[in-house]
């Protein structure tokens, strides 16, 4: 089964929902973090936490595994998902960092999954 076409349907300040003809994928941003919800017809498939990394936190417990460039968080979140295979199942960290002097974009996101690298 391939990546869904999904569309940005919602979006506001704490939450964002994405859809496809059969699956939704709901978003939301407490004080720190991302819960994900990924739902089938209105029924909760699985759910997820992401741990929002600040700059130097715990890196070498991650590697990167997509990164993003839009005009807001969520819209980065939907362009991570729509071409990233495997991307919700594995993704457990994000980033956030501004886009200084671009005008369309203005921030960029990191995506990580647990670092399956040896020390």
């Known amino acids: 089964?391939?990546?869904?076409d999904l569309v940005l349907l919602e979006e506001g300040e704490k939450e964002a929902i994405l859809v496809s003809d059969y699956l939704d994928?709901?978003?939301k941003k407490p004080q720190r973090g991302l819960?994900?919800?990924?739902?089938?017809?209105?029924?909760?498939?699985?759910?997820?936490?992401?741990?929002?990394?600040?700059?130097?936190?715990?890196r070498a417990l991650y590697e990167e595994v997509s990164e993003a460039?839009?005009?807001s968080f969520f819209h980065c979140f939907y362009l991570a998902f729509k071409y990233q295979e495997g991307f919700f199942?594995?993704?457990?960290?994000?980033?956030?960092?501004?886009v200084p002097g671009q005008y369309?974009?203005?921030?960029?996101?990191?995506?990580y999954g647990v670092n399956r690298r040896p020390n």
């Open 1 to 4: 089964m391939g990546i869904p």
């Open 25 to 27: 994928v709901v978003l």
């Open 35 to 58: 819960l994900m919800y990924k739902r089938e017809l209105g029924e909760v498939l699985s759910e997820k936490e992401l741990i929002e990394l600040k700059r130097g936190e715990a």
């Open 69 to 71: 460039v839009g005009q």
């Open 89 to 98: 199942d594995g993704v457990q960290a994000y980033s956030v960092r501004s």
């Open 104 to 111: 369309q974009c203005k921030l960029s996101v990191a995506f």
